[in-house]
């Protein structure tokens, strides 16, 4: 079933696939990234989908890039002369 979070259902079926790989995962989400509706906020609905299929099954693939999505992302010294 498509959500607002998941329109294409690209997260759902990943977590059917069996034996995906982490670069087959990667290359899913960049696609899901690409299919978020407009006004849809990104970090919004990858904790929907973190909720809807992370519990059950937390060793998978899509679960660990889910994660790291939402993980807060350091700031760096900006370069050039002004560094």
């Given at each position: ?36 509706p ?46």
């Open positions: 079933m498509n959500t607002a979070d998941d329109p294409k259902g690209l997260i759902r079926e990943s977590y059917r696939i069996e034996g995906i790989s982490d670069a087959e995962c990667r290359s899913i989400l960049v696609d899901w990234a690409l299919s978020v407009d006004g849809r906020d990104p970090q919004a609905a990858l904790k929907a989908l973190l909720l809807r299929y992370g519990a059950a099954a937390p060793d998978h693939p899509m679960t660990g890039l889910l994660r790291e999505g939402l993980a807060p992302r350091p700031t760096r010294p900006r370069g050039g002369r002004r560094a």
